[in-house]
């Protein structure tokens, strides 16, 4: 069996590069916020592909 030297993917990465400080003070004005682009583009590719290729998928019909 092989060994993987790959580094470890990281799931869930917020983006370094939001303005914490205005999302707050937009919170504490409205009570919401909605952050666009809130994960690193690897972390979001990363999450895409494990729902895509790694989760089975199934539907139940008629279950209520």
Do not use: H, Y
């Not at 799931?11 to 205005?22: E, G, K, M, V």
């Not at 666009?36 to 019909?61: F, H, N, Q, Y």
Request: proline letters at 6%; a positive charge; hydrophobic letters at 50%.
């Amino acid at each position: 069996m092989a060994v993987s030297t790959a580094a470890p993917k990281t799931l869930f990465a917020i983006n370094p590069a939001l303005d914490r400080a205005a999302l707050a003070r937009r919170f504490a004005e409205t009570g919401r916020v909605q952050v666009r682009d809130v994960l690193t583009p690897e972390s979001a590719r990363e999450i895409l592909t494990v729902l895509a290729k790694g989760t089975p998928w199934g539907m139940a019909t008629a279950a209520g």
